[in-house]
């Protein structure tokens, strides 16, 4: 479903990251994890076409992110080859940015409506539905300031939901919420990914949630992918030093 | 007797009928200003380095040359330009001159709106995947202008206040209609006063207009 290859990342002489290769097969979770500053945001930014990758391709669903291909060459992709790629990838972020100024139930209908050309009535059927599903039916009224940062995680969580994207990318959604609020969120992330419908790329520092859900852990350090596995593997027998090291200090932590 | 109230009375239909002329302009003036700022704006973000250039340039110089040196210009200069050259009534060439001055300094203040529009919201949309003009209309300016209408508001009675300059080219707007007016009677006070006063009341209720806007935009979120 998605395919990272030879992917470099630099800001101006800052080699943030280097020579990725990643896969993520249709539904499959993966958890992305590691030390802050070892390029996770950057990696996930590059696949909502947030950041444009130094060198290297990213595919998603077959289709080619930043090229397209012309006469048989690969040349960068325009505005409308972006759009139509993207339109298979959706982003949860870490400081929820909905839309202040919108309602509750706009903030989810408004691109049902205006990008993929829903009627008014189809998109709040849907939005209110999966409003529902997140725990905050009885918030459709409400603005974005009235909710706790839990809800409003929700919210976004359901506005990326209704765009039916392929992939779904979740950076960090819980760090800047209260530890009480921790829970709620990562519940409605756990239901997403029973569902099945849905290829998953998390990145998180909640190990033991990651540990639950994912189906490969990914370690990212120094912008290096150094260590990739399933959960029991990755945390029960990591093979690599840092690896280790890091999930010990994690442990030690927390 | 210093104040003739017979006198004034007589003058206030000539005075009123001259202050539509003036509020006619202002209305026309800033409605161009709210838009070609909104453009200028635009054209200083663009990614088109030439575009961005020109309109950089172009706020820069009418912001640096009088008012009075653009109206004039506009409107004697402007006909005798070769092909392009048009003659403008000199309503006309008042309002524009009015308006493009002013949209210089509206462009800055749109600049500082859309500038304080977080980078989340940008991103946001992008992930929704919004089209550029959707991303503008929909999510950027709704939250962009709320907070500057104050400032809006004070560049409004500004240019309210700046019509009397029409007067040079020829306009017969509410200050240049009392001053014919004095001329004719020889009596100065009454005419002067009640131009001022009718300032004085349009400005005031402008400014109530403006605070009623800005109170209405803030409960919304
Ligand atoms: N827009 C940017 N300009 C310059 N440096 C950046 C930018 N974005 C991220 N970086 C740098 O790239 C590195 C990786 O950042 P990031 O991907 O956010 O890491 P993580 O999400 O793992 O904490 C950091 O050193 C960060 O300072
Ligand atoms: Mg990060």
Not at chain 2, 82 to 96: D, F, H, N, R
Request: charged share 20%; aromatic share 10%; net charge neutral.
């Amino acid at each position: 479903m998605v395919r990272f290859h030879r992917v470099s990342k630099s800001f101006g002489d800052l080699e943030v990251l280097r020579d990725i290769n990643l896969e993520i097969a249709p539904s499959e979770i993966v958890a992305i994890i590691g030390s802050s500053g070892s390029g996770k945001t950057t990696l996930v930014r590059m696949l909502m076409t947030l950041e444009k990758p130094t060198s290297g391709t990213i595919e998603v669903d077959g289709e080619l992110l930043w090229h397209k291909k012309e006469n048989g060459r690969l040349v960068p992709a325009d505005e409308k080859h972006l759009r139509k790629v993207r339109s298979k990838v959706g982003m949860v972020f870490q400081q929820f940015n909905l839309f202040p100024h919108m309602k509750i139930l706009r903030n989810v209908t408004e691109a049902p409506i205006h990008v993929l050309g829903l009627s008014r009535e189809e998109a709040e059927q849907e939005a209110i539905s999966m409003l529902e599903k997140v725990g905050l039916g009885d918030k459709l009224d409400a603005y974005p300031s009235q909710l706790s940062g839990g809800q409003q995680q929700r919210v976004a969580i359901a506005r990326a939901l209704v765009m039916h994207p392929k992939v779904m990318l979740f950076d960090e959604v819980t760090s800047a919420l209260d530890p009480e609020l921790v829970g709620e969120v990562l519940q409605v992330l756990k239901e997403i990914a029973a569902e099945g419908k849905t290829t998953m790329l998390i990145v998180t520092h909640e190990m033991d949630f990651a540990r639950e859900v994912a189906d490969r852990i990914v370690f990212i350090d120094g912008g290096r992918i150094l260590e990739e596995g399933p959960p029991e593997q990755l945390f029960g027998n990591p093979r690599n030093q840092r690896t280790r090291e890091f999930l010990s200090r994690f442990r030690r932590t927390i | 007797m210093l104040w003739n109230w017979d006198y004034a009375l007589s003058i206030l239909p000539s005075l009123l009928e001259a202050l539509q002329v003036t509020i006619y302009a202002t209305i026309m003036g800033f409605a161009f200003a709210l838009i070609f700022g909104l453009l200028l704006a635009f054209g200083r973000r663009s990614k088109i380095r030439v575009l961005s250039l020109i309109s950089g340039a172009f706020v820069e110089f009418i912001r640096s040359t009088p008012l009075l040196a653009q109206l004039f210009f506009i409107f004697y200069a402007l006909p005798q330009l070769p092909y392009v050259g048009i003659s403008l009534s000199p309503l006309t060439a008042g309002i524009l001159g009015l308006g493009i001055h002013y949209s210089t300094y509206l462009s800055e203040v749109y600049r500082a709106g859309i500038d304080a529009v977080p980078r989340g919201q940008w991103e946001a949309a992008i992930a929704l995947n919004f089209s550029k003009g959707r991303t503008w209309l929909n999510i950027i300016l709704p939250q962009a202008i709320p907070p500057i209408v104050p400032v809006l508001g004070n560049y409004l009675i500004g240019m309210f206040k700046d019509t009397p300059m029409l007067s040079a080219v020829t306009v017969v707007e509410l200050l240049l209609t009392a001053r014919i007016i004095g001329t004719h009677s020889f009596r100065f006070i009454e005419p002067f006063t009640m131009v001022g006063i009718l300032f004085l009341v349009l400005s005031y209720i402008s400014s109530l207009g403006v605070q009623w806007l800005e109170y209405r935009l803030n409960s919304r979120t």
